[in-house]
């Protein structure tokens, strides 16, 4: 039996269609748009995505379920799942559930049935806005409640996804090479793959609480520190950014995502919320020192002022649909970031390349 179920836009538009995955509840976040043709797994458990109601704008979704090896963390992460239809027979060999079942399953709502590319028009001429997905209420008390809610941007969803208490990530069976390097990754939203690729290199990765100091990571003897990424505002992660500053000058740093905005804050610089983010993969970027050009896979709201970075920092990376930051290099310290995510690619190892940058950083700090 069908069950209705509306998107509710704070301008007070509404979306009509049918409840999918959990069907008991309601969701309330920032609505945004994915231009991504694959990879729904991989999006709804990105913990960049807290807080948020994501909204693919490819037309089918679940058409191969959901299997047990593409999490990107431990549970679904997004407030709801907005589609224009999901797949009931999805076909492939690593099936474990339907995407149906694995929303159900987390207590995760959808609606599907609905002009999912006429509500990505929507939120690029106006902007990304809270929303609801109402399955229990009717539009306008759902309405009437999302106004009574803080917005997106006034919550610290990285104390939310964070792990608290520190681990160390398995080495894959296989990886019979003696370790290099130690490298730590402080916990603002990690993705597992950006583990899975350093422990690849030769690294033991150990991950940290997004609260923990300067001076409890240096006490682990670190070779390097990865800044992850993340959802929320950098403005209000003053903590990871002193602990950045703490670390700056003491060893090689990388920054992916949320973690390149914290260390623009960390050198003065100020951030800003785009209109409608990046969020996909075919994002097209250009390294400053190569002038190459790489599709890249993003996932941010917020972007770093250029303007406002100091003399010793510089741009390395610049985004060719609207020029806002997608790198940072420190002009003599071993400090890297970039804005994209290099574990994510549009092709399989598409932007790998920057964890071996950042390990010859580390290489060379050894010396």
């Known amino acids: 039996m069908t069950k209705k179920a509306y998107l509710v836009l704070e301008d007070g538009s509404v979306f ?42 490819y ?113 894959q069976a296989g990886l019979d090479a003696p370790l290099k390097h ?16 350093l422990t690849r290199r030769g690294c033991e990765v150990m991950t940290f609480p997004a609260m923990a100091t300067a001076g409890e990571l240096l006490r682990h003897r670190p070779d390097g520190v990865v800044l992850s990424p993340g959802p929320g505002d950098p403005e209000l992660l003053d ?28 050198f003065g610089a100020k951030t800003y919320k785009l209109k409608f983010g990046h969020r996909g993969g075919n994002h097209p970027v250009k390294d400053m020192r190569s002038g190459l050009v790489h599709i890249t896979a993003q996932n941010h709201g917020y972007a770093v002022d250029p303007d406002s970075l100091p003399s010793e920092v510089e741009v390395s990376h610049v985004n060719l649909n609207d020029t806002t930051v997608e790198g940072l290099r420190h002009r003599s310290l071993p400090i890297m970031s970039i804005q994209y995510h290099s574990e994510a690619s549009p092709g399989p190892r598409d932007n790998e390349y920057i964890f071996d940058e950042f390990l010859k950083l580390v290489h060379d700090a050894d010396k």
């Open 239 to 266: 903590y990871a950014v002193e602990t950045a500053r703490g670390l700056t000058g003491k060893l090689p740093i990388l920054g992916i995502c949320l973690g390149n905005q914290v260390l623009g804050r960390a």
């Open 16 to 57: 009509e269609g049918i409840a999918f995955g959990w069907t008991e509840g309601d969701a309330f976040g920032e609505v945004v748009f994915n231009t991504s043709m694959t990879g729904y797994q991989e999006m709804l458990t990105d913990p960049s995505y807290a807080g948020q109601i994501l909204v693919p704008t």
């Open 59 to 171: 037309p089918l979704q679940g058409n191969y379920g959901v299997n047990a090896e593409d999490f990107e963390s431990k549970r679904i992460q997004v407030a709801g799942f907005v589609v224009r239809e999901h797949c009931l027979q999805p076909s492939h060999e690593g099936i474990t559930m339907t995407l149906d079942e694995f929303l159900a399953s987390q207590e995760v709502p959808g609606v599907s049935g609905l002009d999912t590319r006429a509500i990505t028009r929507r939120l690029r001429s106006r902007g990304v806005m809270m929303g609801a997905i109402a399955v229990g209420l009717a539009p306008e008390e759902a309405l009437a409640r999302l106004r009574d809610m803080p917005g997106y941007g006034d919550v610290d969803y990285v104390r939310k996804v964070s792990t608290d208490k520190v681990y160390t990530w398995p080495r």
């Open 182 to 197: 130690r490298i730590l990754v402080s916990d603002y939203g990690v993705k597992y793959n950006i583990m899975r690729l």
